[in-house]
Each structure stands twice: as structure tokens, then as C-alpha cells.
């Protein structure tokens, strides 16, 4: 993976110096808070229901042991022994003390790790596929131009006060797993014969005005990447609207222009720039980022393992999970694991000191010193051979992290709601806890097979829930929760914004409405190879509605 | 930090409530005029006093944070609107978190 040069470690030392003089003049009253609150959100600190809240950065979310043994410690020492792995790929420490979070900032800083710009109006943690390198279906690893971006759009002067917040997400392969169509810039890796380029998508989001990008151009060659996002980065830092916070982002711009004028605009940008102003990213400097990328050397191995398969033949618990947490990995006879976050009755995206300190032991041992962080808030172990998965099976069941719920409808993404969000209007965590005990039996998800549940606790949408199968959202109806349910929406490469199906259902019927639309599901598929969201596609969603709202 | 804070009358019982600087943490306001965590010694005022206690709680800029209003009944326990919010602000989380999971 990467690491800092001098450059990188000055920079992010400087700022950590900063920061401690700013918190010091907050804490003697020199700095009031509405001076000192674009501060603290520049260096990723918020204020949160009961405490304060240190986001930091997981450049698209690569992690490796010793940054994962980092964050345990800042967990311990600061927090409340856990970390929240969020959609953004990057972990949330609740709890943090203001006048600590320099502290904990050094420690961070320790390992390479930093909370820059994860909050504000400037260009946030780019995210990336947790499979990127390892998956078949990718043409070329995403994260060496995850990285140039990030250089490129750390401390960017011309970037530092956009209109609003700007994510970018970054894929090579077929099957979009980091939800492109839903930032605001989203880009697909394609070859032209030789030539690498990225599909260049603008003006996706969520939120309370939910769009899918539009497609701005199809193939942009890797060398003029830069200079591309820069023309669409002025068109947005010129045009976006800043008088209405609601109106900023670059998905109401593209909106009100229309795709085609947009683009035209961009072209021009990009056009008008002089040879001066290209950025012209040296050929070496490519390589030189590339090369920190590098793939582990992998031994040779049969496709198959005879401990592998004697491990599923002897063990059904074991056999389960392989069949759900594990994905194809490029080389014969290795895997990708992922680790999931979301026990039955558990918090999603939550996880302990201890078990961060065990997930890193197992990558070091076994998984070449890699671990990743997904957008739908699990670990991924992305190399590990086949040979292995017995012994990592028994080490994550003692540690509590062998849940076999991949893909299916317990492995929801839930943000944290008005547990602890000052935005929310309603809880998420509880009720999707509540939605996991009706489908706790592991046979019974299986029948389901793959859907996305996604439950938000405010039209904020930090739980993606316009883009679930089944979208939750919480609102407040004169101090009450209510839950609008939504149906058909999808974040992969055929995304879709889901449907509202109408009014919004108390918590306590959210659960049992939900088992008899998935019931109506198995009653109507064509078999157990039609998905939830394909028998929807194929049925339209009265049947499900008419389902959600039956009375048992 | 709420994004839409009701607008209370006058004569609606209110406690005065915030972050502490330093550390974040929740307080509320006591009889005497001084800052707690302790949720069982809000004191309840009303009408121009409670206006004053605010405005003076807003000067106190460095030991807490964003000082708002947040209604209660005449005997101090969470009421109105924002009842379910100021209750978990009040009681914590209502999901087991960290070590106490």
C-alpha cells in the first residue's frame, strides 16, 4: 500500500499542529464556537448527540495491520473501546473528548492516518471497490488512481470551499460494488486496446434530492484524468449555487443545466485549458504509485484445497459461511474474505478494540498485510489462500466476526440514527435490529438469497436508503418515529433510485410488514434463482405494497 | 445541533441545556445556576428568567457549547416535541454500544 513521503508526513504533522493550537484557544475562550466550528469540521470533528466524534480518513479503504492496531488503540484510549465503520469506507470515534482529539490526532498521524478533510465543503475520502486488485471482474487495480486523486485533491487551494461536500468513487470492474452512480463524480476504469481511461459519471447523490450521475463522457485516457476532473470541478466551483445549502450540490447543477449542457461546459473548460495549466502527472510519478500497489507473490496453488473442502464437508457452520463471506479471487486457490460487522442484534458498521486487533493478526498472518473497509460498512481480507480459511474461520468465531450474512438481508447498512446523530429525526439501529431478529435463521436468508436492506434515520441518506432493494427512512411526525419503506432501488451498475410506497409505518410494524413482503417474494418468484429485486422488476411492486400493508 | 429547535412561549417550563467544551459531554443547567451531567438536577425556568439564564449561558463560551432551550414539565422530566431526542440525550443511547456490548 501507499506510504508517506517526507512531504505527506510533514503535511499531515503541520496540520495536526494546527489543529492543537486552534482546540487550545476554543478550550480558553479565545476561539468562540462559531469560529472554531468550521475548524473542528476541517480536521473531522463533530458534535455529535452525547459527545463529540472524531471521523478519520480510510483512503479508499485500505487498511493494513498496524493502522487497524492503531485505530483499536485510539478506540481504547479515547473512545469507548469500538469504532464505527462508516459508508464512506472511513471509522467514526464517538466519544472522544475535544481537548484529546489532538492526542488522538498524533496517534493517527503515527501510522500514516489523518481526519482531513472528512468533513466541509472540499472533496472527501474517495472510495473504491474493498475487492479492488482481487476480484476477477476487474481490468486493473482502481486504488493507485484512488491515491493520485487523493494527492491530487488533498489541500487543493482552488477546491478548499466548494458549494457543498464533493465524493468521488472509483471502479475497475463490471459489477459497481462502491455505488459510482451515486457521487458526484463516479468512474469506471475501461480499456480502449491498450489504452486505460476512466467512464466518467457526474452528478450522482443522495439525500434529500436523490439523482443517478449522468454520463459525462465515456472514455477519458488515464493521463488527462486530472485535468478532466479539474474542468468539472470549475464548472461546479463557478456555477454551484451557494445560496441555498439544499441547492449546492453538483447533482442540482447538472439537473438544472441538463446533462448535455453540463457537458458542453465541462468540454469547454477542459478545452480552454492552457498547456501551462495541464498537470501534465509525470509517467514515473504514475509508475512510482503503481508500484506500492504491487500484488503480493502469490505461490502456486491448485484451484481447489483438499483442507478446504475436508473444513466444509466436516463443519456445516463453517460450510455456510465459505458459501456467503467469501468472493473469486484472481489467482487459483485463494479467496477474498469478507468479515462481516452485522450480527444479529448487533450495531452495523460497529466493532470493538479487540476484534479490530484480530482482524489485523489475521491479516498479517494470513492475508499479506492487507485488510480493506467496505462501503456497506464490513472488513474485507482480500488475499487469503484457500488452504487457511479453517483456521481463520475457528479465530473469527472465537473473536465473534464469523457472521455468514453477506449479500443477504441481515448485512444491512445503517446509519446511526438519533441514537447518536444530531441530524436524525428517528432511530435506525433499533430497528434494524428488529428487522434482523425476524430474519435471524440462517437457512431462511439463504432461501431469501441476496437483498439489500438500507435504513437512514434522516433524509440525509447516510444509510443509503434510496438505493436499498428495501429502503428504510425514519422521520418525525410530531415527535414520533415513523418509517417510510421503499421498494426497488439498487446502487450497482444498473442503479436506481428505490420507490416510495406510501405512509410510513410505526417501528413496531416495520419488522412483520417487511417478513410478509419478503414471504410474498418466495411465494412469486420463478424460483430461488429470481432475486427479490428482479421478481420486483419483473411484478412491478403493487404485489409487495399491497403486502407491506396487509394487516396479519 | 438540531437543525430545527422549536420555538417555545414564555410560560412553557424549560430547562437550559448544552456540551461541555472540553469534553463534549451533555449538561444541563442546576438550580444555582451552574452546569451538570446529573439529569436528576435540571431546574425548570420560565418566561424573562429563563431568557436571561440563556443569554448568560451563551457567554459562557468556554465551559459549554451551544446552549439551547429544551422544554420540560413544571417537576423538570422531558416533554414536547423534541421528547424522544432530549430523552436519549438525557438517558444515552437506547442500543448497547462499545464495552457495554
Known sequence: MYRYDEFDEQMVRERVAQFRGQVNRRLSGELLEDEFKPLRLQNGVYLQLHSYMLRTAIPYGQLSPRKLRQLARVARTFSKGYGHFTTRQNIQFHWVALKDVPAALDLLADVEMHSIQTSGNCIRNTSSDHFAGAARDGIRDPRPWCEIIRQWSTFHPEFAFLPRKFKIAVTAAETDRVAIRVHDIGLHMRLRGDVLGFEVHVGGGLGRTPVIASLVNEFVPEDCLLDYLEAIMRVYNLHGRRDNKFKARIKILVTELGPEEFTRQVEAEYAAQRPNEKIDLPRAEIDRIHAYFKLPDFAEKPETSAVFEAAKAADAGFARWAKNNLHPHIMPGYTSVTISLKPVGGTTGDMNADQMEKAADLSETYGFDDVRVTHTQNLVLPHVALDDLPTIYAELVAAGLATPNEGLITDMVVCPGLDFCTLANARSIPVGQAVQQVFADPDYQEDIGRLHVNISGCINACGHHHVGHIGILGVDKKGEEFYQISFGGRADEKAVIGTITGPGLRSEEVPGALKRVIDTYRSLRTSKDELFIDTLTRLGHDPFKEALYATD | ?101
Open chain 2, 1 to 101: 445541533m438540531s437543525s430545527v429547535r422549536p420555538k417555545l412561549k414564555p410560560e412553557t417550563p424549560k430547562s437550559i441545556t448544552a456540551w461541555e467544551t472540553p469534553t463534549g459531554r451533555t449538561v444541563w443547567m442546576d438550580a444555582d445556576g451552574n452546569w451538570t451531567p446529573d439529569a436528576s438536577r435540571i431546574a425548570v425556568f420560565t418566561g424573562d428568567d429563563a431568557e436571561t439564564r440563556l443569554a448568560n449561558a451563551i457567554r459562557q463560551e468556554a465551559a459549554v457549547t451551544d446552549p439551547y432551550f429544551m422544554e420540560v414539565t413544571e417537576t423538570g422530566a422531558v416533554a414536547g416535541r423534541e421528547t424522544l431526542r432530549e430523552t436519549i440525550r438525557v438517558n444515552g443511547p437506547t442500543v448497547a454500544y462499545g464495552e457495554t456490548v
